[in-house]
């Protein structure tokens, strides 16, 4: 599944503005200020036994939670059963000063054991929560770290693609440049063949260029621009093709798509080199399908087909190729269907000859 695919959530979109802020005071008051919040607590407690122990009597026993609490928090989980240990004589202490020994409590050890879980629970508890808290930030670093390698990678790959559809049209160039220098039609011809399979290789670099997915390539627009640019080249003769498409979106990835740009080039090619000369257009249809993980390109036309060819005549790819021994176009349709792991074939039939190319269709991108 691609990050498309699913809703991508930022770290800081798990807490709220509350979370924030309560962090953030955390923070303060048991990170930077810790020494400064177990003092109050103390003072708290202190002056609340102070003031109201006289009247509450054995009550005021439960103040002294105040700097277990605060120690709890403050220094972690030892900090915790120390303050624990400490409560109860603090409390004794200050019945004393009250003059009011007999508000202790009934059971001195359930009181000592009371102060030392409840300092222990939330000792623990509260390095739980720091260590969180570091994971969260160690996390968002190396998150905000791999956000900039795939920034950087990103950047890289488009700087690939760009440069190698670069160098192919200026290779293109090149070979045009000959082309009108030479007076030998064989040459041209040849030397266009070339041109048109160096563009379907560019057509992939240009579209993983400009896409935002840098691995894969949609496989009908990609077709469409190859088919397209094929047809045009036909358009300064008195008789432009006429192509119909039908293709399934999918996406591919290169070592998909360079082949079959290959195939459906050289299948273009071949149908307006043998359309022959009958003074109406020829009439090509192309169509792709998807159906029991298999892709099945097709393209048939009613031009004169491959030469010797007879009606209702089946050929495999392999065995037109060696049938034909002195085209290249030929033995480069046998090589890209190997590559993709398919088997192809001619077929001449009620004037119009078909070729069928079908592979396994790679996994989901």
């Known amino acids: 599944m691609s990050t498309k695919d699913r809703d991508l959530i930022e770290p800081d979109q798990l807490f709220s503005p509350f979370d924030r802020a309560f962090g953030a005071i955390l923070d303060r008051l048991v990170g930077r200020y810790r020494l400064v919040t177990l003092s109050v607590t103390v003072v708290l407690y202190a002056g609340a036994m102070l003031i109201f122990g006289r009247s509450l009597g054995v009550s005021s026993n439960y103040f002294v939670l105040l700097p277990v609490i605060g120690s709890a928090i403050a220094y972690g989980f030892y900090g915790g059963v120390i303050a624990g240990i400490l409560g109860l004589p603090a409390n004794l202490l200050f019945f004393t000063i009250l003059g009011h020994p007999d508000y202790s409590p009934a059971s001195k050890l359930m009181a000592e054991l009371s102060g030392i879980l409840v300092g222990s629970v939330l000792g623990y508890l509260s ?41 192919l049209n200026l290779i293109k160039s090149i070979i045009a440049l000959q082309t009108r220098r030479s007076k030998n039609q064989e040459f041209k011809d040849a030397a266009a063949t070339l041109t048109g399979r160096i563009m379907s290789i560019s057509f992939v670099h240009e579209r993983l260029y400009r896409t935002a997915e840098l691995s894969t390539v949609s496989l009908d627009e990609y077709l469409r621009d190859i088919i397209g640019a094929v047809a045009m080249a036909t358009r300064d003769s008195s008789m432009a093709p006429l192509v119909s498409l039908d293709l399934v979106d999918r996406s591919v990835s290169m070592d998909v798509a360079v082949p079959l740009g290959l195939i459906a080039n050289e299948l273009m090619t071949n149908s307006l080199k043998h359309c022959g000369f009958r003074g109406i257009p020829i009439h090509i249809e192309v169509s792709l399908v998807d159906a029991d993980d298999r892709l099945t390109l097709t393209l048939r036309d009613d031009g004169d087909g491959l030469p010797g060819m007879e009606e209702g005549k089946s ?47 790679p996994k989901d991108y």
Not at 156 to 166: A, G, I, Q, T, Y
């Open 127 to 167: 390095d739980y929560q720091k260590k969180l808290d570091a994971e969260r930030c160690l996390r968002k670093d190396m998150e905000d770290e791999l956000r900039r390698a795939l920034r950087d990678r990103e950047t890289l790959f488009r700087e690939v693609h760009h440069r190698v559809k670069n160098n």
């Open 315 to 361: 050929m495999q790819v392999e065995d037109t190729a060696l049938s034909y021994a002195g085209s290249l176009g030929l033995t480069l349709l046998d090589l890209m269907i190997s590559q993709l792991g398919g088997e192809g074939c001619f077929l001449r039939h009620d004037g119009w000859t078909e070729f069928s190319c079908s592979f396994p269709a």
